[in-house]
């Protein structure tokens, strides 16, 4: 469902991804993990179209499209959903309001018509329920206000509503005590089938720990140089970073 | 970020939706402005010898007085010679009473405005008069509103009919010598509204009041005069809509109210005149005194506004909290595009105790407008225990546009509490990616940033405005982000 191929992207003429390749089938949940400024949220920034990121080599393909010549409202009709790391505030716009809009612009796209008033309301209290998000959140403005933990269930929740094909959770676990990380993890946990592949964007192994990913990968200096099973998450725990940099290091000199 | 910024800045031509114009055969003076003149439209409207000797009062004033400069607004020396100040639609009447005398080319006007004649439609709910060029043209449900007392008509129809109380109440909150543009309109102002909602009533519709500028070269000067005695209650409403020309036409209004005890008014505008073309060339220049006295005790008088149209906007909706206990209120959204400049605000002055005021004002600039913010809080000596509070907040779209904010604060009793609170924002890059990767494109972001930020402003308006409001800055901002 989603093919990177030898992906290569700069900001400001910085050269961040340098030839990053993965791919994803459907249902399947990748981690990535990697040290800082290794390159794992400007992948994320690259895949929902983040306009001040340049791809300047490689080709991106989702569900058959080539992903790159999308603009970020179109991926996001297609089906991509990205929980940001930094949810914004957007005063005056309840979260009602805000998802309202969103849904129904993904239903005109794919030619349907606008959710009535009741079936969009118990849409919204299923999935404000899932989350264990207050309603009285939903009427309020969009994470204004909101806690840090309140503003990830948010994300968690609008992920619920648009139901995507591929989720990008950039850091969602960031910044979460314990209660509000089981709560994010249950709720991608029950929204994950068959048909919706995940990417996991972590420094931690907690999260993997509810969420069983079914492939590690290891990104450093804007390359995957090391995948493997959920217990590379676990090994990177408890070695850090450095062992790998040592086996790069040795198959260089080897 | 250099696209997004660029899409923001880049200006793409919007059609002004009402800027056709209508063919019809109009009665007008000669350009120009002198005594002959104003006897001429006194003559044409069958005036009485006090109004007709009020104008030339007014006129000789004017005559003495310069254009005030201090507000934050260019535009060149208006040549006051080169203006029409009559001109209105012949009709078989001087004044059509029904709807059926009314030119059909107006009717259907009127029905591409979006503005039913059509008393059937009473659903709605709303009384309207309407204003075309210089005169009024119809007003409806005139009847109903009758049995109640209430007087709901056009100005000129007030002065043959009502005379006694114009008589007393005219130029009693705006005088005739207030200002510049104020004089001008008392010398030469054709028509507009009058409103009576007697002792203890609640006016049960909301009355509405529909300006149209149609006549090329010719300039507006309405004039609205609402009165609300004891207990009475009424909700007012006004839009107002030109035809796209190239040059600049000027739109010189005055609106007075007058609250007595326990008396409530609401007084709503959404006003759309021809702001000009992407080159800022055309559009209306819209000069306008409105002013409102609580003259008796626990009166409230409540002004909302939504600013979208008008090359140049010079407005300042003013409360004087003469009565005890009374309440002022002050509600503004002005959205600037283009080239548009508005210097809009409030005044409240506070004289009576316990006097209460509010402001909220929400400036949205984009294009190469200029949006500026001008307000003065004023509490005498006998106000004990006045209350301000004011909330003055700026939205920047792109960077080559520029909001100003000019709060003005007297006070000269030491009870009283004044608050102002001010923001100046501009709709951040992060907000517009954020709502992209929902699903929504660049335009229905900052609609939806946009209605979000006027939302407080917006919750004031009647219900069945603020949805067309809410279009209305939609449609406004359309092209301001590509």
Redesign the interface.
Known sequence: MLSIKNIHASIDGKQILKGLNLEIKPGEVHAIMGPNGSGKSTLASVL?????YEVTEGSVEFEGKNLLEL???E???EGL??A?Q???E????STT???K??LN??RK?QGLEPLDAASFLKLLREKAALLELDKSLLSR?LNEGFSGGEKKRNEIF?MAV?DPKLTILDETDSGLDIDALRIVAKGVNTLHNADHSIIVITHYQRLLNYLQPDFVHVLMNGRIVKSGGKELALELEEKGYDFIKEELQESLTA | ????MQLLEERVNREYEYGFSTDIETDTAPKGLNEDIIRLISRKKHEPEWLLEWRLKAFRHWEKMTMPKWANLQYPEINFQDIIYYAAPKTKKAKPGKLDEVDPELLKTLDKLGISLNEQKRLTGVAVDVVMDSVSVATTFQEQLAEKGIIFCAISEAVQKHPDLLRRYLGTVVPMTDNFFAALNSAVFTDGSFCYIPKGVRCPMELSTYFRINKENSGQFERTLIIAEDGAYVSYLEGCTAPRRDENQLHAAIVEIVAMGHAEVKYSTVQNWYPGDDAGKGGIYNFVTKRGICKGNNSKISWTQVETGSAITWKYPSVILKGDNSIGEFYSVALTTKFQQADTGTKMHHIGKNTRSRIVSKGISAGKSQNSYRGLVKVAKTAENARNFSQCDSLLLGDKCGAHTFPYIESKNNTAVVEHEATTSKI?E??L?????????AE?AVA??V??????VMNNLPMEFAVEAQKLLAVSLEGSVG
């Open positions: 929902a179209g983040r306009e001040e603009s970020p409202e991926r996001a009709k959903f990205l940001f930094y949810p914004v957007i005063p005056g716009v309001n805000f998802i809009a969103a612009e993904k796209y403005s609008q648009l | 970020m250099a696209d997004e951040g992060d907000q990616f954020y709502c992209e990767q929902r699903g929504l494109d229905k939806l940033i209605t979000g930020f006027a939302k407080e």
